[in-house]
């Protein structure tokens, strides 16, 4: 089902769907219902903000355009993402961006400042984030400093939980990222986590569990449902936030090139060891064994729990919260005792158990109707196939 973009924008700002069924939108100043804290640019204030987009002020880069650092006439230091290209999709990207930072606001999650739409430039004014993000702590130019120790490492992952959480169970409507990986979760000046780039977001309409929408997001990344079926939903966001605790904790990225044949995922290498229970083995080598054990076990147990196969397992972020926090004394111990951790041995013991449980006729009828009452639920396809 087709559903005009409009309908996803119920509140706060006046978004005008130009055309009939054409992905072209323009943004008007919201309306005042809730506090604004962004404000428009003019081309003219960024283009003197940014050094006219100078290469030295260049930050980073991503899929949309370049991110520029720049400076304010009060002083204030802003970064600048600037549209590489016009196109439909991406003033799609755009505006899905702007509309949800706009109307979310969280410790963890990126502040938006304001946008620029003149002519065909298409800017998105943030904070600047001093210590630019984790991706670059982890693989790339900021490696070699290793300024992560643990405690930081701790208060990223739980900062970065409490972000999604915010998204995922706060905010109405629910929001999911669909892209959440290390090169978009930010850094402050003190190493806290502030969760960015919104290009991909998507709101989930009340009652509904999911969205069934054009794959997008980074490989490594993407949950096996989304991945082969299109099918987005918070638990999406949970399994990519698995890969990033596990990528946090052991400092490998999400897939390693074994041969110029053979990849390794990180859950793959990952799995086998924790069975083992050779947890110090895991541990990034820039931590110089410098960790507490508990906490390192906590975040890999909850990271392998979070990107698991089948969605229904997967727990949810208030819970993901709760048990990096070391909070949830009865669910910690569900964790530790979760089937997917036993090693190989208690595992094929238990697996012919519940082999042998599900024989029986009526545990098969229940698990069919489960499955009926999830296909069920209502599907929306925006209009663009997002
Ligand atoms: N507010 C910011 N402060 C500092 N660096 C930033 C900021 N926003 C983005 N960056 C840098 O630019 C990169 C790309 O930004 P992102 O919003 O993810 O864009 P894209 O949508 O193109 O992926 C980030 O990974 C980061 O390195
Ligand atoms: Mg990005």
């Known amino acids: 089902m087709s559903i005009p973009l409009g309908c996803f924008f119920p509140v706060g700002f006046d978004f005008v769907v130009v055309g009939h069924g054409c992905p072209r939108v323009a943004l008007l100043r919201g309306r005042g219902r809730r506090k604004c804290t962004w404000r428009v640019f003019s081309l003219k204030e960024l ?211 074994l041969s110029p044949t053979v990849k390794r995922s990180i859950t793959e290498w990952a799995l086998p060891l924790v069975r083992e229970k050779r947890f110090r083995e895991m541990a990034d080598p820039k931590l110089n064994g410098n960790f507490v054990e508990a906490e390192f076990e906590r975040m890999v147990l909850v990271a392998l729990l979070c990107a698991q196969g089948t969605p229904e397992k997967r727990p949810t972020m208030l819970d993901v919260v709760d048990l990096l926090k070391g909070k949830a004394n009865e669910k910690r111990t569900i964790l530790e005792n979760d089937d997917m951790f036993k090693s190989d041995l208690a595992r094929n013991s238990t697996e012919s158990a519940v082999f042998d449980d599900n024989s029986d006729g009526k545990s098969k009828e229940k698990d069919s109707k489960g499955h009926m009452n999830q296909e069920s639920d209502i599907k929306f396809e925006s209009a663009d196939g997002r």
């Not at 987005?232 to 090139?257: H, M, N, W």
């Open 47 to 257: 283009h003197s903000a940014t050094n006219s987009f100078n290469y030295d002020n260049k930050l980073g880069e991503g899929g949309f355009g370049s991110v520029y650092w720049g400076q304010l006439w009060d002083g204030s230091q802003i970064a600048v993402k600037r549209l590489k290209v016009w196109s439909n999709k991406a003033e799609m990207q755009f505006a899905v961006e702007v509309e949800i930072l706009g109307r979310v606001r969280h410790k963890n999650l990126l502040s938006l400042r304001g946008y620029c739409a003149e002519g065909q430039e298409r800017l998105i004014v943030y904070d600047y984030m001093p210590n630019v993000s984790l991706l670059s702590h982890l693989h790339g130019h900021h490696s070699a400093k290793c300024l992560l120790d643990w405690n930081r490492r701790m208060s990223i992952a739980i900062g970065s939980a409490e972000g999604i959480a915010y998204l995922h169970h706060h905010a109405t409507p629910h929001v999911i990222h669909r892209d959440i990986k290390a090169s978009n979760v930010l850094l402050n000046s003190d190493f806290q986590a502030r969760v960015a780039d919104f290009g991909f977001a998507k709101l989930i309409p009340d009652g509904a569990t999911h969205v069934t929408t054009r794959v997008k997001g980074t490989l490594g990344y993407l949950a096996p449902e989304y991945a082969m079926f299109g099918k987005a939903s918070e638990s999406c966001d949970v399994y990519s936030f698995g890969i990033l605790l596990l990528e946090l904790a052991s400092g490998r990225k999400p897939i390693q090139t």
